[in-house]
């Protein structure tokens, strides 16, 4: 048994001195300062959503812009923002984003056993923030993957407390406002929970359906976003994206050939992810590095993948440091993340629309990584907790997993 004299943890899981909490509110205050003064509608992503619920309050279509990209739902969520005034939302929309992932990280170290006042909770959101650009570019922008980074950490601890179904309508929720966690679905499937399952998917069908009623064009959804989506969206928002399939064919690869190659990538983590399940490890890893792999395996064929869906997983590994074995103290995690470290200059890859290259290197080494350790067993030892004694999986760690 570890006695953590020698190991980082122990001293990551202890509390953090208030000089680290002001330089985190610093570090979190700028991020928030910056977006309200360069941005006049709280960030272009945002303004998209509102302006589709603009459209709705005046009688017209939201699906009228072809990157209006979410569900009927979400036009009525957005409507409250569309009544407030610009000079609201531009300090409004930073905050709520900054808060959603702030809240996501503290439910991804609750997940870990990781209390929210320990240096660990301290040191690696401010790094997020000041360290990780996709971090900056989800907050400018004012994208609603921010629920999603938010719902997907939530959902996994009340799972640990054997909440399924809770867990299922919290993901149903965030699919309603960003159908972007759907890939979780496999996860109630991998441990039969039929019912939760069932939440799941009723909670956003419903919630559009209901939603659509309101709208003047019922099945735009249907009828114009998805074929926008299949067809892999325009020319502009392609250069954005990270998937193989979008990054390969600008590097001559034949477009078939790269749509199979994340497919093949894609069906291969999905196995791997099963593999990770199937192997009933007591501990937080198991549904972390499942739920990692499924939504890194879904971005390797999603149109589109842009970098801040990196955020959805990097802070769910990010939070399981203190574990050993974890896939967060693998080197190959560390170097799957130099790319999006602010400040290094990349030859040939400093414009902004060759920054995809990069996204998808880390978005293939991560998927990677996560997938190399799902298949492979590893030996976990307790963590030196803060009262000098080994800190060991809490009650129900294994139980409430096993479905």
Not at 41 to 61: E, P, Q, Y
Not at 122 to 137: E, I, Q, Y
Request: hydrophobic share 55%; net charge positive; with cysteine.
């Amino acid at each position: 048994m570890s006695t953590g004299k020698h190991d980082i943890s122990g001293w990551l899981v202890r509390r953090s001195p208030w000089p680290l909490w002001w330089g985190l509110a610093a570090v979190l205050g700028a991020t928030v300062g910056h977006v309200a003064r360069a941005t006049s509608d709280g960030g272009m992503d945002n303004a998209i959503v509102v302006g589709a619920a603009r459209a709705w309050l005046a009688g017209r279509s939201p699906y009228d812009d072809p990157h209006f990209l979410y569900l009927p739902s979400a036009v009525l969520a957005a409507a409250p923002q569309a009544l407030l005034p610009q000079a609201v939302l531009r300090v409004l929309v930073p905050l709520a984003m900054t808060a959603c992932l702030a809240v996501g990280w503290a439910c991804a170290l609750r997940l870990h056993r990781v209390p929210w006042d320990s240096r660990l909770a301290v040191l690696g959101l401010a790094g997020l923030a000041a360290g990780f650009a996709p971090f900056g570019h989800l907050v400018r922008l004012g994208n609603w993957t921010a629920t999603a980074v938010l719902a997907l950490p939530l959902a996994l601890l009340l799972v640990s407390r054997g909440r399924w179904t809770a867990a299922g309508a919290v993901l149903g929720a965030a699919l309603a406002l960003k159908p972007l966690l759907a890939p979780l679905a496999l996860l109630f499937l991998f441990a039969r929970r039929w019912r939760a399952l069932a939440v799941l998917a009723g909670v956003p069908v419903l919630a559009s359906g209901a939603c659509a009623l309101l709208l003047p064009d019922p099945a735009g959804f249907l009828t114009r976003t998805l074929p926008f989506l299949l067809h892999g969206q325009d020319s502009f928002v392609r250069l954005y994206e990270a998937s193989p399939g979008a990054v390969l064919p600008r590097l001559g690869v034949p477009s078939p050939a790269a749509r199979a190659l994340a497919l093949a990538g894609c069906a291969a983590g999905v196995a791997c992810a099963y593999r990770r399940w199937r192997r009933a490890d007591p501990g937080p890893l198991r549904l972390a590095e499942t739920a990692a792999g499924l939504m890194l395996s879904a971005f390797l064929v999603s149109r589109p993948s842009y970098d801040h869906y990196l955020l959805v997983v990097v802070p769910l590994l990010l939070a399981g440091l203190t574990y050993p074995g974890a896939v967060a103290r693998g080197p190959w995690f560390w170097l799957a993340l130099v790319p999006q470290f602010p400040g290094l200059t990349w030859p040939y890859l400093e414009t902004g629309r060759r920054r995809a290259f990069k996204d998808a290197f880390t978005l293939c080494a991560l998927a990677v990584t996560v997938a190399s350790r799902s298949v492979r067993r590893l030996r976990t030892r307790p963590v030196q907790g803060r009262g000098g004694g080994p800190r060991v999986a809490a009650p129900g760690d294994g139980p409430a997993y096993t479905g």
